[in-house]
């Protein structure tokens, strides 16, 4: 393969064509597979495709177990491009995402050894450009360019269809979790059957359970009572196309019993199978049941279950035979069982025992932004789960409901779910903790609709449902959006009074190295909580969030360096330079920032503070999106040690903080769409219904930013620390507010100013003031504490580092 220095002009290129076309007429040339480039050339990202890796030879496999097709536009032409395993983690970061502009500096042609006629153009070094793209401003509707292909590969269904471009993989998998649908395979809306039924010869699900048969039984006609979401368990080396399967629950007047549903009958009919269903099947087989899985709780349909066997439908050996019947061919004498529900109140969610299944119904008030954890039950390749925080109100409490909703693969309803609109939610787990409120989690059961999904669902007639209505229609819209926030920080349930290490489910105490490794593998709204254990020896107090940089960055070819001061997520963590030495006066003094200079000027001496052996600054400068004429102050605290510890330290992690993606806003009708798509994951593909209007800055009257050195003063974090103020804040749900007196370590052991106020200008400021509770700052000099962190990646580099709670050490229980 010769290099691209030597093949550039090998072809000639017409001045006509377009970037894409002139490329891939370079790279067609015979002598010439692998094409370099320095054009300053645009190109735009319209699709990003994952799917399960081919190669398992890789020294990290957890960076390359799954490889991704990109779709880029010159706005003229389409071309589908691999991307080399090398550029993952611009992925993994979000950095490399739909609808922004990139620069391919390097790209090659692979041909496919097995197949004649396919191959494909592999990027292998970009770099990102600006935000928002300027190519995709002049398209209205991407799908219409034609694809660009090679000559010779017209005819390739692969290179113009919704599959992977490596040919051992059949389908794409959804860009952030393996639960969802992705792709054009996923059939849904396909109409029922009106074909007349001969039902005179069926059995009944009691009979399978003595029978036992495993091979020709005669047909079923069931009705599904229950749907479960989808599971993927696809890895490496396995030859099955498609790894799917999902569970129902399917009833007949003698019981209830599971049914499963395999591999290319999940496209097929997965979308098709909803509650209230009716099905009738030919050429099932029964095996016994997996004892390992979770099981919707259905014994308020007082029908009795079958557990010991499971209906399993195959696409082969013998291949089973579905008939979606249609609702008005449904006959009475069948006598095919209604779908139950167990609605509750919220007034009655604090008497239910913990595991408790119930379904709710509520007016939706505050919607988190959907979050990533990794699974830690799955097997294989590294998976994760896309998750939301809720909060819903019925009426009946002056509390809401506390919602941790996971995704149930139907992404349409959990991307789209927003407040103001009804949520129903079936088949919820009660989770009854030490400290906070009882809240309610998703089960791999649990199935979700909002406002626009309701109709013909069986829940419709029920009396809670009914109930519900009547009591939203007493309500008045303009007073309940007073009432509502969209996205940011939010993490549930609160930290435990006491701290105790190996509690089970206990936040794990991670060393400064492992909390070093957690920041620097953390990926796109990745979440995890962690304690770190060690001492605060500073504290400054900042008035506004950090904020994006307005202008676009560019990630060069090889490892992904932003320019003009932006890092990657590898480069964050710095060591402390030498002349790094902060002041050590224990006057106070104020400093002031320009653009070019900062000048340090001293006021005249006060008098000693009352712990001399610590120092409280003044400081102005520049910060945030406030930059500018008008300057921010700001108040600093340091311990007495800091300035010696800090030249020994060996890292200083730093980047952390908190961001405008941090802070929820309040919801409007007017920017639901802009809001919606800030709280969703990135898109795998861009349309251009997408919106193109940013959120705008929120205001926010400040935060601190605390630096917390390692128990072995090797290692310090930055973490910002927002406490709540106000009573309207959705982080003031459950939280434990009994008093204390706003001294800094009080606020940090209860995250909450006291007393907390209805809204955030009507609160008494005197007792709120920065300045007099870092005035109490020395109260933590030498402590050693155990700080609670919320974690999170919320893309290219900005990282989310938060105090959720810290713990004195000498109130720390030991296991």
């Given at each position: 393969?010769?290099?691209?220095?030597?093949?550039s002009?090998?072809?000639?290129?017409?001045?006509?064509?377009?970037?894409?076309?002139?490329?891939?007429?370079?790279?067609?040339?015979?002598?010439?597979?692998?094409?370099?480039?320095?054009?300053?050339?645009p190109?735009?990202?319209?699709?990003?495709?994952?799917?399960?890796?081919?190669?398992?030879?890789?020294?990290?496999?957890?960076?390359?177990?799954?490889?991704?097709?990109?779709?880029?536009?010159?706005?003229?032409?389409?071309?589908?491009?691999?991307?080399?395993?090398?550029?993952?983690?611009?992925?993994?970061?979000?950095?490399?995402?739909t609808?922004?502009?990139?620069?391919?500096?390097?790209?090659?042609?692979?041909?496919?050894?097995?197949?004649?006629?396919?191959?494909?153009?592999?990027?292998?070094?970009?770099?990102c450009?600006?935000?928002s793209?300027?190519?995709?401003?002049?398209?209205?509707?991407v799908?219409?360019?034609?694809?660009?292909v090679?000559?010779?590969?017209?005819?390739?269904?692969?290179?113009?269809?919704?599959?992977?471009?490596?040919?051992?993989?059949?389908?794409?998998?959804?860009?952030?979790?393996?639960?969802?649908?992705?792709?054009?395979?996923?059939?849904?809306g396909?109409?029922?059957?009106?074909?007349?039924?001969?039902?005179?010869?069926?059995?009944?699900?009691?009979?399978?359970?003595?029978?036992?048969?495993?091979?020709?039984?005669?047909?079923?006609?069931?009705?599904?009572?229950?749907?479960?979401?989808?599971?993927?368990?696809?890895?490496?080396?396995?030859?099955?196309d498609?790894?799917?399967?999902?569970?129902?629950?399917?009833?007949?007047q003698?019981?209830?019993?599971?049914?499963?549903?395999?591999?290319?009958?999940?496209?097929?009919?997965y979308?098709?199978l909803?509650?209230?269903?009716v099905?009738?099947?030919?050429?099932?087989?029964?095996?016994?049941?997996?004892?390992?899985?979770?099981?919707?709780?259905?014994d308020?349909?007082?029908?009795?279950?079958?557990?010991s066997?499971?209906?399993?439908?195959?696409?082969?050996?013998?291949?089973?035979?579905?008939?979606?019947?249609?609702?008005?061919?449904?006959q009475?004498q069948?006598?095919?069982?209604?779908v139950?529900?167990?609605?509750?109140?919220?007034?009655?969610?604090?008497?239910?025992?913990?595991?408790?299944?119930?379904?709710?119904?509520?007016?939706?008030?505050?919607?988190?932004?959907?979050?990533?954890?990794?699974?830690?039950?799955?097997?294989?390749?590294?998976?994760?789960w896309?998750y939301?925080?809720?909060?819903?109100?019925?009426?009946?409490?002056?509390?809401?409901?506390?919602?941790?909703?996971?995704?149930?693969?139907r992404?349409?309803?959990?991307?789209?779910?927003?407040?103001?609109?009804?949520?129903?939610?079936?088949?919820m787990?009660?989770?009854?903790?030490?400290?906070?409120?009882?809240?309610?989690?998703?089960?791999?059961?649990?199935?979700?609709?909002?406002?626009?999904?309701?109709?013909?669902?069986?829940?419709?007639?029920?009396?809670?449902?009914k109930?519900?209505?009547?009591?939203?229609?007493?309500?008045?819209?303009?007073i309940?959006?007073?009432?509502?926030?969209?996205?940011?920080?939010?993490?549930?349930?609160h930290?435990?009074?006491?701290?105790?290490?190996?509690?089970?489910?206990?936040?794990?105490?991670?060393?400064?190295?492992?909390l070093?490794?957690?920041?620097?593998?953390l990926?796109?709204?990745?979440?995890?909580?962690?304690?770190?254990?060690?001492?605060?020896?500073?504290?400054?107090?900042?008035?506004?969030?950090?904020?994006?940089?307005t202008?676009?960055?560019?990630?060069?070819e090889?490892?992904?360096?932003?320019?003009?001061?932006?890092?990657?997520?590898s480069?964050?963590?710095?060591?402390?330079?030498?002349?790094?030495?902060?002041?050590?006066?224990?006057?106070?003094?104020?400093?002031?920032?320009?653009l070019?200079?900062?000048?340090?000027?001293?006021?005249?001496p006060?008098?000693?503070?009352?712990?001399p052996?610590s120092?409280?600054?003044?400081?102005?400068?520049?910060?945030?999106?406030?930059?500018?004429?008008?300057?921010?102050?700001?108040?600093s605290?340091e311990?007495?040690?800091?300035?010696k510890?800090?030249?020994?330290?060996?890292?200083?992690?730093?980047?952390?903080?908190?961001?405008?993606?941090?802070?929820?806003?309040?919801f409007?009708?007017?920017?639901?769409?802009?809001?919606l798509?800030?709280?969703?994951?990135?898109?795998?593909?861009?349309?251009?219904?997408q919106?193109s209007?940013?959120v705008?800055?929120?205001?926010?009257?400040?935060?601190?930013?605390?630096?917390?050195?390692?128990?072995?003063?090797?290692?310090?974090?930055?973490?910002?620390?927002?406490?709540?103020?106000?009573?309207?804040?959705?982080?003031a749900?459950?939280?434990?507010?009994?008093?204390?007196?706003?001294?800094?370590?009080?606020?940090?052991?209860?995250?909450?100013?006291?007393?907390?106020?209805?809204t955030?200008?009507?609160?008494?400021?005197s007792?709120?003031?920065?300045?007099?509770?870092?005035?109490?700052?020395?109260?933590?000099?030498?402590?050693?504490?155990?700080?609670?962190?919320?974690?999170?990646?919320?893309?290219?580099?900005k990282?989310?580092?938060?105090?959720?709670?810290?713990?004195?050490?000498?109130?720390?229980?030991?296991?």
């Amino acid at each position: 393969m010769e290099d691209s220095s030597s093949c550039s002009s090998l072809v000639p290129t017409p001045s006509q064509a377009s970037f894409l076309q002139r490329t891939l007429e370079r790279l067609s040339s015979a002598q010439c597979l692998k094409f370099g480039s320095d054009q300053e050339e645009p190109v735009a990202v319209v699709a990003l495709q994952r799917y399960l890796s081919e190669r398992t030879d890789y020294r990290d496999e957890q960076l390359h177990s799954y490889s991704y097709d990109v779709t880029v536009t010159d706005g003229v032409r389409r071309v589908k491009c691999f991307l080399h395993a090398s550029l993952n983690h611009l992925v993994h970061s979000n950095t490399l995402r739909t609808g922004r502009d990139i620069f391919i500096s390097q790209c090659s042609f692979l041909f496919s050894e097995s197949r004649l006629g396919h191959g494909y153009m592999c990027i292998e070094k970009l770099r990102c450009g600006a935000r928002s793209s300027a190519v995709l401003a002049r398209i209205k509707d991407v799908s219409l360019l034609p694809m660009l292909v090679r000559h010779g590969m017209e005819r390739s269904v692969v290179l113009h269809s919704d599959v992977p471009l490596q040919l051992s993989r059949k389908h794409y998998l959804p860009l952030w979790n393996n639960v969802d649908p992705e792709g054009d395979m996923w059939i849904s809306g396909a109409p029922p059957s009106d074909a007349v039924l001969d039902v005179s010869k069926i059995t009944l699900i009691r009979h399978l359970e003595s029978s036992r048969s495993t091979l020709n039984n005669l047909p079923l006609l069931v009705k599904v009572i229950h749907k479960s979401k989808l599971r993927y368990y696809g890895k490496f080396g396995s030859k099955i196309d498609y790894p799917y399967m999902a569970y129902f629950e399917v009833a007949d007047q003698s019981g209830i019993m599971s049914l499963v549903l395999w591999n290319e009958l999940c496209p097929k009919f997965y979308q098709r199978l909803n509650v209230g269903t009716v099905l009738y099947l030919q050429n099932y087989t029964l095996k016994p049941s997996y004892t390992n899985r979770t099981r919707p709780q259905m014994d308020h349909h007082r029908m009795k279950s079958y557990n010991s066997l499971e209906i399993v439908l195959n696409p082969h050996g013998p291949a089973s035979l579905i008939t979606v019947v249609s609702p008005k061919t449904v006959q009475p004498q069948w006598g095919l069982p209604d779908v139950s529900y167990r609605f509750i109140s919220r007034s009655e969610l604090d008497r239910q025992a913990d595991n408790f299944a119930c379904d709710v119904i509520g007016l939706v008030t505050f919607v988190g932004r959907v979050e990533r954890v990794k699974s830690k039950v799955d097997k294989g390749p590294e998976k994760y789960w896309t998750y939301r925080w809720v909060h819903a109100v019925d009426g009946t409490s002056s509390q809401p409901f506390i919602l941790e909703l996971f995704s149930s693969s139907r992404v349409e309803i959990f991307n789209n779910i927003c407040p103001m609109t009804y949520l129903v939610c079936t088949q919820m787990r009660v989770c009854q903790v030490t400290g906070s409120q009882p809240y309610l989690t998703s089960s791999c059961e649990t199935e979700m609709f909002i406002t626009g999904y309701h109709k013909s669902q069986p829940y419709v007639g029920d009396p809670r449902v009914k109930s519900f209505i009547q009591w939203t229609k007493t309500l008045k819209d303009n007073i309940v959006l007073q009432k509502t926030a969209v996205g940011g920080h939010y993490s549930y349930p609160h930290s435990p009074p006491m701290f105790i290490q190996s509690a089970a489910g206990q936040i794990p105490l991670v060393p400064a190295a492992d909390l070093k490794r957690e920041l620097e593998t953390l990926q796109y709204r990745e979440h995890k909580r962690l304690a770190y254990q060690g001492q605060i020896t500073a504290v400054t107090y900042l008035r506004s969030p950090k904020t994006p940089r307005t202008e676009g960055t560019e990630v060069s070819e090889n490892n992904c360096e932003h320019a003009e001061g932006h890092r990657s997520p590898s480069q964050r963590l710095r060591s402390p330079s030498s002349d790094e030495t902060p002041a050590t006066s224990r006057k106070r003094k104020i400093q002031m920032s320009t653009l070019g200079c900062r000048k340090t000027h001293e006021m005249v001496p006060e008098e000693e503070e009352a712990n001399p052996s610590s120092e409280v600054q003044l400081q102005e400068h520049s910060c945030g999106h406030n930059s500018g004429p008008a300057a921010s102050h700001i108040l600093s605290w340091e311990g007495s040690s800091w300035s010696k510890q800090q030249q020994e330290l060996s890292e200083h992690l730093s980047q952390g903080g908190l961001h405008q993606d941090s802070i929820c806003r309040r919801f409007t009708f007017d920017e639901k769409n802009a809001l919606l798509q800030w709280g969703n994951l990135q898109p795998s593909r861009w349309t251009s219904k997408q919106s193109s209007e940013s959120v705008p800055p929120v205001l926010c009257s400040g935060y601190y930013q605390l630096t917390i050195l390692g128990i072995n003063k090797q290692i310090a974090v930055d973490a910002a620390f927002l406490p709540v103020a106000s009573s309207d804040d959705p982080q003031a749900v459950s939280l434990p507010q009994d008093l204390h007196n706003n001294t800094m370590l009080s606020c940090l052991s209860s995250g909450f100013l006291c007393p907390l106020t209805a809204t955030e200008d009507s609160r008494d400021r005197s007792l709120h003031e920065p300045e007099e509770i870092l005035e109490t700052a020395g109260e933590l000099e030498d402590m050693h504490v155990v700080c609670i962190l919320d974690l999170c990646h919320l893309g290219e580099d900005k990282l989310e580092v938060l105090i959720n709670k810290v713990y004195k050490v000498a109130e720390v229980a030991f296991d």
